[in-house]
């Protein structure tokens, strides 16, 4: 038994380690890649202004860490307007209304606003 | 004969010679504005009696060189005129006193003679400063030709009776000042239009499309250039297809929902066709943002920055911006920041938003709901809250919407009260381009007759909603901005609110009256049910929108005032009030600056000029008020609040300015003086409290936070009167607070620091102890660096 558990932990240890490893490469490369988060449990469309004025499209590197500061993912789609960008954001979060993950990326002192990209309608 | 009946019977006659001469006239093309009856010719031989104004000159006064007549000193106007009538050798058949030097004189007629030859009679009289014949005016009514505008109740003047239609905005008063300007351009953000409408197509500017979903936007279109609208049906596979996007959704026909709104918005007027539009000369912009089941948010902002001519990625530069953007579409949800970000960029440029409130009843959909936009809820013909029509206190004011009366329940009655408006009847596909009408034609499931559709592929419906609130408003600002286009969108946004009339408090047609509305306590708090509208501004806005009012409001000038950015106690600065102006094609007359009671009194040099001069008060705080007045009469005030170290206020400073900041009461404020001193255990220190910006001058004192103080700390009296505790407390310095009846937010503060009474005997004079002398040696420092308390 002691062998076996010798020989398994080896094994165990591993195998999680390589999967720290994916999923560490996977989160780094996730707030640049568009689509980068099938298996996220949230998924929305959402404005965001930035606390610092942006060009016409926003720092990458500047999104990449408020993404991963907010263990989310962000992929820039377009400028709706002057500092209005819209992102694809996904998180490996519970709730599916990505209510948590708004909230952290609002606590971002380097994000003035986050909201949902909300469907309207015409009021007759 | 008496004098009255002839002069009754004359003026009849008059009216019948000039309107005899109506049909001799008036060929070619048809003048928009009623046509005036042609007056006979003044040189035609007159056959009924002549009613001329006369103006006899002041006695004693006569022409140049003419020889004095002595029955000018004649003090009896009758006889003067009489006199008048005998020396040019006229028959008087009557005569008015209108002023002791202004008649009008009925006139026999002479055989032969035209008016112009007896005019010429009276005006060769040295007595007469003037005659001219006594025309007929009439009324400027501006009642379009539009075959269908019987129907627009909602543009014409509030009707009365058994079928009072108190709501109507009485557009056809206000064409008689304005029918809009060419210049103008209003932004229907929307889902596009029928851009081949015939009672569209002449107002109609080149669109775009911000829709970036191909599902939602319906064609291959989109995003690019053109905003005409496709259709928007949904079908039964598009929902469970589609569930993110149409999940809520129920199948249903086309909405042409963007051409419903740019008829009312300002369809081609006058033409014998069709409607008529709130504006006749506006040019539309049509943004397309919605298609099937909606749209996002983030091509709505997108279609609101470039309508306002800001810059979006991959869109043109829009060479069209629009100085007024109706959006008639909204959601759930407080106001977003994205929303808010948007609205300010575009207010900022002077732009006013007109949005919907919403069909469900409860809280005011967004983006409606956003600060700087004007937000219009719907009203039944009756003037009450429409029950689908959502409502709260960030609607700004009421118009129309449509309601049905009975039709809902009772088959085959039509809908009275629709908003009769351009529409296409396609079901799906685009088809013939029509009206809506006053019942639902459904081929394959109407209930009602007259549909006179062609096939199935047709549908006619009528008009109801909030969205159709919120262009009548937006027209009326187009008809305000083409008199005054100087207003910036606050200014719109305010003089809409103040020329609103208020809200009947009762239902004329309800049999029994229905509930008083009440500011939703949140979403699930819904009012289906048509209900009272409140005159406090918390349910349905200020008041019913008024298209002649908006327009009165908006004659008025602009009080801009242009301060020193920074001020100091003591320093002489000026207040500019140059960049004012008048409205269109009017002049400012006078200026007028004046300190206001109540709060501090400020000195003004150069009072009546456009810039005044005054020297900024070292402790207090008090209110200047500007006024401008035009030639007409009209004017604009505005408030400069003078503290010691700030000047402020909400008027622009330069009229035209883009530049708005969201309108917000003044802030009540509060100062107290002499924010430091010293006084005597055994002496009272008088402090004073003024209070701007609210007739509520009253404050409430307290020491060291004790109100009214007490034994230990001291005492204060409602008239600001401080008696010291008997012995020096500890700390020896008390803070005493004034704070506003009126605004608890609003409170100010002194230092009052308590010495010892003088020692008796001794060689007399007081001494204080060593504390004392510290705490108001340090406080006189302080207060050589700040001489007055003020809060807001």
């Known amino acids: 038994m002691r062998q076996r558990f010798l020989s398994v932990v080896p094994f165990r240890l591993g195998l999680v380690s390589f999967g720290l490893m994916v999923a560490a490469c996977a989160a780094s490369d996730a707030s640049q890649k568009p689509g980068a988060a099938h298996d996220a449990a949230c998924a929305s469309q959402v404005i965001i202004v930035f606390a610092q004025a ?20 962000l992929s820039y789609v377009r400028t709706a307007g002057p500092g209005l960008y819209v992102f694809s954001m996904s998180a490996a979060d519970a709730d599916s209304s990505c209510k948590d993950a708004l909230h952290r990326l609002r606590q971002d002192a380097r994000v003035r606003s986050v909201d949902v990209d909300a469907r309207r309608r015409a009021l007759d | 004969m008496k004098r009255s009946s002839l002069w009754m019977l004359s003026t009849a006659v008059a009216i019948c010679a000039i309107a005899a001469g109506l049909g001799a006239g008036g060929l070619g093309e048809r003048n928009p504005v009623r046509t005036h009856p042609l007056s006979s010719s003044l040189e035609s031989p007159q056959t009924a009696v002549l009613p001329i104004i006369v103006k006899l000159r002041a006695a004693g006064s006569t022409a140049a060189g003419a020889a004095q007549i002595q029955d000018a000193q004649v ?20 005569h008015r006193e209108i002023t002791t030097l202004m008649h009008v004189m009925l006139i026999e007629p002479l055989p032969g003679e035209s008016a112009a030859e007896t005019l010429a009679r009276l005006r060769a009289d040295p007595q007469v400063e003037y005659a001219e014949p006594d025309q007929m005016r009439y009324a400027h009514s501006m009642t379009p030709n539009d ?124 033409n014998n066709a069709g409607i008529a539009g709130m504006t006749w000369n506006a040019q539309i912009l049509p943004v397309r943002a919605l298609g099937k089941c909606g749209g996002q948010d983030s091509d709505i902002i997108s279609g609101m920055l470039w309508a306002a001519g800001i810059a979006v990625s991959g ?71 429409v029950g689908y029509s959502s409502l709260g206190p960030q609607v700004a004011l009421a118009a129309p919407a449509g309601n049905c009366g009975d ?48 096939n199935s592929n047709q549908y006619r419906t009528y008009n109801l909603g909030t969205s159709f609130s919120a262009p009548i408003v937006a027209g009326i600002a187009a008809l305000m901005t083409a008199v005054n286009g100087k207003l910036n969108s606050c200014q719109l946004l305010e003089r809409l609110k103040a020329s609103s009339v208020p809200f009947p408090q009762t239902s004329l047609d309800a049999t029994t009256q229905p509930p008083v509305c009440h500011v939703p306590s949140g979403s699930s708090d819904l009012q289906n049910a048509e ?185 204060i009296s409602s ?74």
């Open chain 2, 531 to 715: 209900c009272i509208c409140t005159n406090d501004g918390k349910t349905c806005g200020a008041g019913m929108a008024n298209a002649p009012a908006a327009l009165n409001e908006a004659l008025r000038p602009i009080a801009a005032i242009s301060l020193p950015a920074k001020v100091s106690g003591g320093q002489s600065i000026s207040l500019d009030g140059s960049g004012s102006a008048a409205a269109n094609n009017h002049s400012l007359s006078t200026f007028e600056w004046q300190s206001v009671s109540g709060g501090l009194s400020v000195t003004i040099q150069g009072a009546n000029t456009s810039k005044a001069g005054l020297t900024v008060p070292s402790c207090g705080v008090g209110t200047v008020t500007f006024t401008v007045t035009d030639d007409q009469g009209r004017s604009d005030v505005a408030n400069v609040t003078v503290t010691p170290t700030s000047l402020t206020t909400s008027a622009p400073a330069t009229a035209g300015a883009g530049t708005c900041s969201v309108p917000a009461p003044a802030a009540v404020q509060v100062a107290v003086c002499p924010s430091t001193s010293t006084v005597q255990v055994s002496a009272n220190e008088t402090l004073t409290a003024t209070v701007v910006n609210t007739t509520n001058a009253a404050v409430t004192w307290s020491v060291n936070g004790v109100a009214g103080g007490n034994a230990t700390v001291g005492t």
């Open chain 2, 407 to 454: 039709a809902a329940t009772t088959p085959q009655s039509a809908c009275v009260y629709s908003l009769t408006t351009t529409t296409n009847l396609g079901y799906h596909q685009p088809d013939a381009n029509d009206y809506t009408g006053q019942y639902y034609c459904d081929p394959t499931t109407s209930p009602y007759p007259s549909c006179s559709l062609a």
């Open chain 2, 719 to 792: 008239a600001g009167v401080y008696t010291p505790p008997a012995s020096v407390p500890s700390p020896a310095t008390v803070t005493i607070t004034a704070m506003s009846e009126a605004s608890s937010s609003a409170v100010a503060s002194a230092q009052v620091t308590v010495a010892s009474a003088p020692k008796s005997g001794g060689g007399g004079g007081g001494a204080l102890d060593w504390v004392t002398l510290l705490a108001a040696g340090m406080l006189t420092a302080r207060a050589q660096r700040s001489r007055c308390a003020l809060r807001s």
């Open chain 2, 147 to 270: 075959s269908l505008y019987v129907q627009q109740w909602y543009e014409q003047a509030p009707a009365s009776g058994a079928n009072a239609t108190p709501s109507a905005v009485d557009a056809t008063d206000a064409w008689s000042t304005t029918t809009g300007s060419n210049s103008i351009v209003i932004a229907d953000i929307d889902s596009g239009v029928r851009p081949d409408h015939p009672d569209l197509v002449a107002r109609l500017l080149p669109g775009y499309c911000f829709i970036h979903d191909a599902f939602i936007a319906n064609n291959s279109s989109c995003p690019g250039p053109g905003a005409t609208d496709p259709g928007d049906w949904i079908t039964s596979t598009d929902i469970s297809g589609h569930s993110s996007q149409c999940g809520k959704e129920m199948a249903g026909p086309s909405s042409w929902h963007g051409t419903r709104v740019a008829g009312i918005l300002g369809a081609v007027t006058d």
């Open chain 2, 75 to 94: 003090e009896d106007p009758h006889e003067r005129i009489a006199a008048l009538a005998t020396r040019a050798g006229l028959a008087l058949a009557a």
């Open chain 1, 54 to 73: 942006q060009a016409a499209t926003p720092d990458p590197g500047l999104v990449a860490q408020i993404a991963q500061a907010a263990s989310v993912q």
């Open chain 2, 315 to 385: 869109a043109p530069a829009n060479s069209n911006p629009a100085k007024i953007i109706n959006m008639s579409l909204g959601g759930s949800g407080a106001c977003t920041a994205s929303y808010q970000d948007a609205i300010n960029q575009i207010t900022a440029k002077g732009i006013l938003i007109v949005a919907s409130a919403g069909n469900e009843g409860g809280p005011v959909d967004t983006p409606g709901d956003c600060t700087g936009v004007a937000g219009v809820s719907g009203l039944r013909q009756a003037g009450t809250k």
